[in-house]
């Protein structure tokens, strides 16, 4: 299905502080691909995210969803199919009561007020705060905000998720719903994040970012175990793929690979 | 400190209060809001040594806060707030006025009657604007605007004001906390920290309200706001305003309580 790609060619973008933050990033994403993101702070990864979702515009360069350049004219077309969910939860759940953010989407997209409801419960039901719907969103708790900013980006039913840190600032138990809940999507997805391990669980495909630049594209496994290219970047291999730190045992998975 | 993280719960207490089901809160907002409007202007409208004549006037507050349960202590307290501003404007007047009149042996100036009568619709028509978020909501409010063709942007300009105000508390607070924790031992903040701190708030909050803007922005938000709710205004709406609005001209043409007190006195003859 090649409506549902995504495709970067030679984006560049500078900030007016003269800030190089994106320098020729080129890939595309196929139709139910999951590609992880990562870098160090500051290596353009939010900016490229910003660059796809078409907030901001390349100033050389350009972004295409399926057949679609993303320009001025066709954004309201592109966001119905790309959602993102943002770091903060707090910048996207900005309504009074949970409910009302999740409908935010489809209430501007002018469907029934009947569809939209269908849209919000399945959605919530999905993350699985469907008995919040009625809560402000600022009473909640860091795991139940961040799951109600992921509804309320489903309710849009978009073909591609674009997420931006989805687990920061979880604790454990509310970081492993989050990764068992991207793992049962089917959307392709597009993930930055500094928790290497969850991107190992769900993703297939990474590309590592180094001063607006891509350094390596290619398969999870391999590259989270490149010590050197990842020590290089400013990052360092997951910890489920580091020695045991108690006996320095080498892991299983890393022997199988090496050999 | 505490006081900033408290007002902020507060701001949201008007929101929260909007939720509730009350008859009061399923009338359609367009309709309490032209209720309200009509009310502000005839309760404006008294002149300034006419205090028995609004008396009346009370009736409509006192009317919403017991069948749209809004607790009366939370909203009387933000009237407080407003009343400095009241009692600038009007405490010139009794030293202008130089009209005086007998109140039980005093001869007092005609000017503390007019003082009075700013604070008494000062109080009127605050509560009742106040009330009016608190049974309609924000939102509905955007809407019964939008439904009444005023431009897009000028209620774009009040939702977001609205929720900038939260934007910047929330901001402020957390800068406050930062700033409490390493500034041991002073009270509130020390002036040679008042240029950057508000510097700094300023230049947070835009970021922030920029994060926001553009998460509505993804959203497919073009301006328009959807609240949802059915734009259905039903007849029992419509006896609302039509019983409100001939109430409030009744009590503006006719001084019911002189009219009261003449037909008790009257009786008792």
């Given at each position: 299905?090649?409506?549902?790609?995504?495709?970067?060619?030679?984006?560049?973008?500078?900030?007016?502080?003269?800030?190089?933050?994106?320098?020729?990033?080129?890939?595309?994403?196929?139709?139910?691909?999951?590609?992880?993101?990562?870098?160090?702070?500051?290596?353009?990864?939010?900016?490229?995210?910003?660059?796809?979702?078409?907030?901001?515009?390349?100033?050389?360069?350009?972004?295409?969803?399926?057949?679609?350049?993303?320009?001025?004219?066709?954004?309201?077309?592109?966001?119905?199919?790309?959602?993102?969910?943002?770091?903060?939860?707090?910048?996207?759940?900005?309504?009074?009561?949970?409910?009302?953010?999740?409908?935010?989407?489809?209430?501007?997209?002018?469907?029934?007020?009947?569809?939209?409801?269908?849209?919000?419960?399945?959605?919530?039901?999905?993350?699985?705060?469907?008995?919040?719907?009625?809560?402000?969103?600022?009473?909640?708790?860091?795991?139940?905000?961040?799951?109600?900013?992921?509804?309320?980006?489903?309710?849009?039913?978009?073909?591609?998720?674009?997420?931006?840190?989805?687990?920061?600032?979880?604790?454990?138990?509310?970081?492993?719903?989050?990764?068992?809940?991207?793992?049962?999507?089917?959307?392709?997805?597009?993930?930055?994040?500094?928790?290497?391990?969850?991107?190992?669980?769900?993703?297939?495909?990474?590309?590592?970012?180094?001063?607006?630049?891509?350094?390596?594209?290619?398969?999870?496994?391999?590259?989270?175990?490149?010590?050197?290219?990842?020590?290089?970047?400013?990052?360092?291999?997951?910890?489920?793929?580091?020695?045991?730190?108690?006996?320095?045992?080498?892991?299983?998975?890393?022997?199988?690979?090496?050999? | 400190?505490?006081g900033?993280?408290n007002s902020?719960?507060n701001?949201?207490l008007?929101?929260?209060?909007?939720?509730?089901?009350?008859?009061?809160?399923?009338?359609?907002?367009?309709?309490?809001?032209?209720?309200?409007?009509?009310?502000?202007?005839?309760?404006?409208?008294?002149?300034?040594?006419?205090?028995?004549?609004?008396?009346?006037?009370?009736?409509?507050?006192?009317?919403?806060?017991?069948?749209?349960?809004?607790p009366v202590l939370p909203i009387l307290k933000r009237i407080i707030i407003v009343e400095p501003l009241i009692i600038g404007?009007?405490?010139?007047?009794?030293?202008?006025?130089?009209?005086?009149?007998?109140?039980?042996?005093?001869?007092?100036?005609?000017?503390?009657?007019?003082?009075?009568?700013i604070m008494i619709?000062c109080a009127l028509t605050v509560t009742?604007a106040l009330?009016?978020?608190?049974?309609?909501?924000?939102?509905?409010?955007?809407?019964?605007?939008?439904?009444?063709?005023?431009?897009?942007?000028?209620?774009?300009?009040?939702?977001?004001?609205?929720?900038?105000?939260?934007?910047?508390?929330?901001?402020?607070?957390?800068?406050?906390?930062?700033?409490?924790?390493?500034?041991?031992?002073?009270?509130?903040?020390?002036?040679?920290?008042?240029?950057?701190?508000?510097?700094?708030?300023?230049?947070?909050?835009?970021?922030?309200?920029?994060?926001?803007?553009?998460?509505?922005?993804?959203?497919?938000?073009?301006?328009?706001?959807?609240?949802?709710?059915?734009?259905?205004?039903?007849?029992?709406?419509?006896?609302?305003?039509?019983?409100?609005?001939?109430?409030?001209?009744?009590?503006?043409?006719?001084?019911?309580?002189?009219?009261?007190?003449?037909?008790?006195?009257?009786?008792?003859?």
């Amino acid at each position: 299905m090649s409506h549902h790609k995504l495709e970067a060619k030679e984006l560049h973008f500078t900030y007016p502080d003269g800030n190089k933050a994106v320098n020729g990033i080129s890939f595309m994403v196929s139709h139910g691909e999951a590609v992880g993101i990562i870098g160090a702070n500051g290596a353009g990864k939010s900016t490229l995210l910003m660059l796809l979702m078409g907030v901001i515009f390349p100033q050389k360069g350009e972004v295409i969803v399926g057949d679609v350049h993303v320009t001025k004219k066709t954004l309201s077309m592109i966001r119905q199919r790309l959602g993102m969910v943002f770091q903060d939860p707090d910048d996207q759940l900005f309504m009074t009561t949970v409910y009302d953010d999740v409908a935010f989407g489809p209430r501007n997209y002018k469907l029934e007020e009947k569809e939209v409801e269908e849209r919000v419960l399945k959605a919530l039901e999905l993350v699985g705060i469907l008995h919040l719907k009625d809560r402000s969103p600022y009473k909640l708790s860091g795991g139940e905000k961040r799951a109600a900013a992921i509804a309320s980006v489903l309710s849009m039913q978009p073909d591609v998720l674009i997420m931006d840190e989805p687990t920061a600032a979880l604790d454990p138990k509310s970081r492993r719903r989050v990764i068992q809940l991207l793992k049962s999507f089917k959307h392709t997805k597009i993930i930055t994040s500094h928790d290497l391990d969850m991107i190992l669980e769900i993703c297939e495909r990474i590309l590592v970012i180094k001063e607006g630049e891509i350094v390596a594209d290619g398969e999870t496994r391999e590259i989270l175990s490149n010590a050197e290219l990842l020590d290089s970047c400013g990052l360092e291999m997951p910890f489920s793929l580091q020695d045991c730190p108690l006996c320095g045992s080498q892991k299983q998975s890393l022997k199988k690979l090496n050999s | 400190m505490s006081g900033m993280i408290n007002s902020l719960y507060n701001l949201r207490l008007l929101d929260d209060l909007a939720k509730k089901g009350t008859s009061i809160h399923r009338v359609h907002p367009l309709i309490k809001l032209l209720t309200t409007v009509v009310y502000l202007t005839v309760v404006v409208s008294f002149g300034r040594y006419q205090i028995s004549g609004l008396m009346p006037f009370l009736f409509y507050p006192v009317l919403i806060f017991a069948l749209g349960e809004v607790p009366v202590l939370p909203i009387l307290k933000r009237i407080i707030i407003v009343e400095p501003l009241i009692i600038g404007i009007g405490i010139l007047n009794p030293i202008f006025d130089h009209q005086t009149f007998m109140f039980g042996g005093f001869t007092v100036s005609m000017g503390w009657v007019t003082f009075l009568s700013i604070m008494i619709k000062c109080a009127l028509t605050v509560t009742v604007a106040l009330l009016l978020v608190a049974t309609t909501g924000m939102d509905g409010l955007a809407a019964a605007m939008r439904m009444l063709k005023i431009p897009k942007a000028f209620v774009l300009q009040l939702v977001l004001t609205y929720r900038y105000i939260a934007v910047l508390l929330e901001e402020a607070a957390r800068t406050l906390r930062a700033y409490s924790l390493r500034a041991p031992g002073q009270r509130g903040i020390h002036r040679s920290a008042w240029g950057t701190l508000a510097g700094q708030l300023l230049l947070r909050t835009f970021d922030r309200a920029e994060r926001v803007y553009q998460g509505m922005c993804l959203k497919g938000f073009t301006g328009e706001y959807y609240t949802g709710k059915s734009n259905r205004i039903r007849i029992i709406d419509l006896f609302f305003l039509a019983g409100w609005i001939s109430f409030f001209v009744i009590a503006r043409i006719y001084n019911i309580p002189m009219l009261l007190g003449s037909l008790l006195t009257g009786v008792l003859n």
